[in-house]
Nanobody, 122 residues
Framework: QLQAFGGGLVQAGGSLRLSCAASGRTFNTYAKGWFRQAPGEEREFVAAISWSGGSTYYADSMKGRFTISRDNVKNTVYLQMNSLKPEDTAVYYC?????????????????WGQGTLVTVSS
């Protein structure tokens, strides 16, 4: 089970760090990812990280601003978001998958967490 938190209201140019806590003994064997969904839009891939944390993958529009990381001791994956823009406003979801490739595609995600709302004001 995945539970995301850390969303909130932030001004443009600000930062937020989202966290996704996982329960279950298989946490460390799964790749993890973040997606987001704005109102009226499809769910969009944001970033993914391998089970070891050694490999990461980002959507082009997030490169340089967002950083995904994980702590397998704490069973938690993070998304550090900097230089936030109003267009980053969305509900952010964490996800688990077999590997970094499949966790970056919604239809092949193995497990979803509930979302956390991020609102960026201009």
């Amino acid at each position: 089970q995945l539970q995301a938190f850390g969303g909130g209201l932030v001004q443009a140019g600000g930062s937020l760090r989202l966290s996704c806590a996982a329960s279950g003994r298989t946490f460390n064997t799964y790749a993890k990812g973040w997606f987001r969904q704005a109102p009226g839009e499809e769910r969009e891939f944001v970033a993914a990280i391998s089970w070891s944390g050694g490999s990461t993958y980002y959507a082009d529009s997030m490169k340089g601003r967002f950083t995904i990381s994980r702590d397998n001791v704490k069973n938690t994956v993070y998304l550090q978001m900097n230089s936030l823009k109003p267009e980053d406003t969305a509900v952010y979801y964490c996800a688990a998958g077999v590997d970094i490739r499949t966790v970056s595609v919604p239809r092949t995600v193995r497990s979803w967490g509930q979302g956390t709302l991020v609102t960026v004001s201009s």
